[in-house]
Structure formats: C-alpha cells, structure tokens
C-alpha cells in the first residue's frame, strides 16, 4: 500500500492549528494508521495509533482522523516543540510502509 | 522502561558485510515482534524486515535475499545480518518495537539507530 502525505511542508506560526492529511492507494484494514513525530537528530516518536488512539503520554492537543483511504493528523495549537516530520504509517497488511512525511515548519 | 540499544554500525566497502545488533530491556522480549526500519540521508523511514514474536521473518522485497533478520530470546537481542551491500543501504537503522506477538502493528517504541555508511 503507498502512502501519499500532503502537503509536502506546512509552514504555521506556533498557536495555529496544523492539518496533515494522509492517503492511501488503497482501503487500510480496520484502520490500522499510525502517526509518528520525529525531530532532528531523533528516533521517530509515536503519536497516534489505529487512526484515532494517542500513545502514551501524546498531549491532547494532537488528534487523527479518517477511515479507508483517508486520514487526518491535527494538531490543534501548534507548541514550538510540534515543530518537526510527521510520518504516517499503515500496519493494515504488509509489508508496513510509511508515508514520504510532512515538514511542519515555523513561519 | 522500554530501552531499544543498536550497535554494530559502521562504514562498510561496496560489496561487504555487516551485523547489526538491538539489545532490548524493560519488556518481556519473546512476546513481542521487531523490526528493522532504516532512513537514508534526509529522506523518509522505509520498513527493512522484522521478525514476530513467533519467530517468522519478514522481508522487503527490495533487499532481495541479501538481509537477514534473527532474534536471540535469551539475550533479548535482534540481529540484521547485511550482505552484499550497497552505497543505497547507506542509512541510519532503527531497531523498532510491536507492541505485541503479531507483525501487524505499529511501533510503540524506537531505538536511538546506528549508522551504516557503505563507501570505498
């Protein structure tokens, strides 16, 4: 399954809401959809999992979405430590294949 | 506290080996499946291989015979035996978690990675 993440970069100001979409080429079996942050330098950071459940100790303010072939990461407030790439993931069938990510960047 | 330890990275002439290695802790190692996942220089995270809690193996088609993955449970570790490589292998590998036995499953914990770097 190919994953397609839009936009490619997303430049907002810290207090604005982030809207990252993901799509797939193809319906992802029973939501299996994840979302992982990763800053500079870092591992990748799990953030949501099944579509919509946050991982442990994920601020409230990051949310996802969607069903199928569509899928929505949001992050409400943008905080200066959101900024980062935002990968997202299916796990519906395999082999698991990642989206090319999107850059949240500061305007 | 789930801890994810990779070594055994290095630089490596085209056409050689090399074995990577993740030692796990904080976690009840044999129940849970593991992956390889690599990233080249400024691109995105691509799915290597991995291994269920079971024990069965998994490949991306692109390697084409020249990986191996193996697990040791009584050492908690992972392995990736790489053969054969090439300068596109060249990429930080991440030994990454299942949260349970079945492979189909997102990662619920990464470790810090080790660099491979394949050049003459």
């Known amino acids: 399954i190919v994953l397609t993440q839009s936009p490619g970069t997303l430049s907002l100001s810290p207090g604005e809401r982030a809207t990252l979409s993901c799509r797939a080429s193809?319906?992802?079996?029973?939501?299996?959809l994840a979302w992982y942050q990763q800053k500079p330098g870092q591992a990748p950071r799990l953030l949501i999992y099944?579509?919509?459940s946050r991982a442990t100790g994920i601020p409230d303010r990051f949310s996802g979405s969607g069903s199928g072939t569509d899928f929505t990461l949001t992050i409400s407030r943008l905080e200066p430590e959101d900024f980062a790439v935002y990968y997202c993931?299916?796990?519906?069938?395999?082999?698991?294949?990642f989206g090319q990510g999107t850059k949240v960047e500061i305007k | 506290e789930v801890q994810l330890l990779e070594s055994g990275g290095g630089l490596v002439q085209p056409g050689g080996s090399l074995r990577l290695s993740c030692t796990a802790s904080?976690?009840?190692?044999?129940?849970?499946?593991l992956s390889w996942v690599r990233q080249a220089p400024g691109k995105g995270l691509e799915w290597v291989s991995g291994?269920?809690?079971?024990?069965?193996?998994y490949y991306a088609d692109s390697l084409k015979g020249r990986f191996t993955v193996s697990r040791d449970n009584s050492k908690n570790t992972l392995y990736l035996q790489m053969n054969s490589l090439r300068a596109e292998d060249t990429a930080v590998y991440y030994c990454?978690?299942?949260?349970?036995?079945?492979?189909?499953?997102?990662?619920?914990?990464w470790g810090q990675g080790t660099l491979v770097t394949v050049s003459s």
């Open positions: 990454a978690k299942d949260p349970g036995v079945l492979p189909v499953a997102h990662f619920d914990y």
């Open positions: 904080g976690f009840t190692f044999s129940s849970c499946g």
């Open positions: 291994v269920s809690g079971g024990g069965t193996t």
């Open positions: 193809q319906s992802i079996s029973y939501s299996y």
């Open positions: 099944r579509a919509s």
């Open positions: 993931q299916q796990y519906g069938s395999l082999p698991r294949t």
